[in-house]
């Protein structure tokens, strides 16, 4: 297996910490990583609002960049990423559709050929099936208590994600298996909404002031997401949502990437998994010892 | 606008049995408890633009519809020109067709991506290749201008 990771834009313009956390982990779980520099955007549910085709062909360019550097396995660290690439992938299963694109990647020398295996697959996904290694390699427990976000296209629409067909919850319970206590959170599964914020702020931050309220609520320490959509919405917002609605300073647990607790678990140390850039880093440094 | 794609959705709709699974996953009801998912194969008035896209209500349907897509088929038809929705995603699209990303990647980014010890982005080659491709993605299309195969 040689994957590469596919970081998408968001966490490519502001999130190098989940990238770089993911790969140490999949380092560490034996995973070989091919470096791909020259992938753009999966386009996600803005260019599907706009033109799908365009959506489908730019889909198809990524994964025929990925084949062209000897990658079987692209690993996605975003949900919509994920769903973006497979519907793609999917596409180019019609002959016509396929004979279109490999005409439009023509000139810059590119290939995609449906013959080869080529996986698509969110993070969540890939752990998930390491159960054994990961759990070993997690030698500190880390006890804390914690909120998670499951990243709804990780794991849906189940044609897309056949192997996954009848499991609610992926980040559950690769987050356990740190040590971490996952407590109840009423919008565990529900979405984090984070994608309205790019069409209706205001919709998006009502979204977001609802799952506040219920986190502050939960008990929980860290919130643990595996989506930067999602990060941006416990990261990214509580103080505009707290100056929107006029709420002084919540306090809310500290959003953690899931690869970032795995690798304090397995031993690797807080710069190392971008921490000293955390907004809460000293809240997180205590709670991490 | 893809006609065929609006057609085979109202043809989709008929097969709702109104259930209101839909509306009961969705997570936009939460704040709008007025809105009724499956009235978007009725369209009229609908707001295709409030959908977080977490394919719950595909996940849920009875009848294996799937609302979510439907509501991104009506936000590319025509009706919905000139909303703010839409001006908003057609600043995004230049960005989009101009750089290879949604969100300004460049310089800042690479040097945050090397302080965080990661190789930089080749931002100014994918700005120049995806511009290439833009240009054949428009020829081709012009040259077989129908939709996507199934």
Known sequence: MTACIFPGCLVAYRFPEYEKSASLVLDALGVHQVFVDCFTCCGSQVAESADDMFLSALGARNLAIAQAHGVDNVICLCGSCTYELLCARERMGNPFNLARVNEMLKPEGLFYDVRKPLHVKHILEVLDALPGRLEELCINKIRIGAAVQEPCNAMRPVHLHPALEGRCSLLHGITSWSGAECVPFEFESRCCGGTMLAFDEAVGMDLASLRYHALEKCGAQVVVTACPNCHSVYYVYPRAVDKTYGRAGSRLPSAIFLTQLLGLSMGMSFSEMGLERHMDRKRLARLFG | MNWVA??????????????GACSEACPIVDVYPSRVVHEVYVRRGFDPWLCCSCQRCASVCPVGLNPRDEMFTLRRSLQWKDSNAEKQVAVH???????????????VSNDERLETGLQPIACEKIASDIKKFVKCFDRVMETFAVGWGG
Request: charged share 35%.
């Open chain 2, 93 to 107: 699209m230049r960005n989009l067709k101009k750089r290879g990303f949604l969100f300004p990647v460049g310089e």
């Open chain 2, 6 to 19: 609006l057609y085979e959705g109202v043809m989709e709709g008929s097969r709702c049995r109104e259930c």
